[in-house]
T-cell receptor
């Protein structure tokens, strides 16, 4: 399983765009990149997933360069409610159990 | 729509007592099921996963076991709890080739 490295914490203010970068130098050909959000005492919530280039949904964008050795989660115009831990995961999706390794994540703190 | 349930939400158990945590999924068939544990301030550690009834794969040798008696039911058990078993236990499900959906979790405190 590919190891990921992301900042331990980030601070931002309401209304700003936040970019969280994840490094995954040994990503394999069949690996997908997935981001989750977790609030205290809750299960992680899926945010976005991608394989290459750019993926956008209603809550975030995911930018993946051509070499796929890193990825950036972009949260537009964050609010206080975006304060949470964000996990970057890399793993294959197979017909069997898609085993994912969660690191310690990035603690994002949004202030007024 | 699919939903995942876990119970109990919180549990306080003495050392040496047994454990049974239950997870059920609604609205899907033959899901992949997972048990994770999260220690305070840490990331999630995959404990077990299952691709079908009676099929359990263990990721970390430990004091726990898992069973899948029905298609959408996943149970985490222990015969004798240790202090180190304390943590936040999360059940998750996925369909093949898709990302995982997590349940609300069970906070276990072993005293």
């Amino acid at each position: 399983l590919a190891k990921t490295t992301q900042p331990i914490s980030m601070d931002s203010y309401e209304g700003q765009e936040v970019n969280i970068t994840c490094s995954h130098n040994n990503i394999a050909t069949n690996d997908y990149i997935t981001w989750y959000q977790q609030f205290p005492s809750q299960g992680p919530r899926f945010i976005i997933q991608g394989y290459k280039t750019k993926v956008t949904n209603e809550v975030a964008s995911l930018f993946i360069p051509a070499d796929r050795k890193s990825s950036t989660l972009s949260l537009p115009r964050v609010s206080l409610s975006d304060t949470a831990v964000y996990y970057c995961l890399v793993g294959i999706l197979t017909g069997g159990g898609n085993k994912l390794t969660f690191g310690t994540g990035t603690q994002l703190k949004v202030e007024l | 729509s699919q939903t995942i349930h876990q119970w109990p939400a919180t549990l306080v158990q003495p050392v040496g007592s047994p454990l049974s945590l239950e997870c059920t999924v609604e609205g899907t068939s033959n899901p992949n099921l997972y048990w994770y544990r999260q220690a305070a301030g840490r990331g999630l550690q995959l404990l077990f996963y299952s691709v079908g009834i009676g099929q359990i794969s263990s990721e970390v040798p430990q004091n726990l076991s898992a069973s899948r008696p029905q298609d959408r039911q996943f149970i985490l058990s222990s015969k004798k709890l240790l202090l180190s078993d304390s943590g936040f236990y999360l059940c998750a499900w996925s369909v093949p080739n898709r990302y995982q959906y997590f349940g609300p979790g069970t906070r276990l405190t072993v005293t």
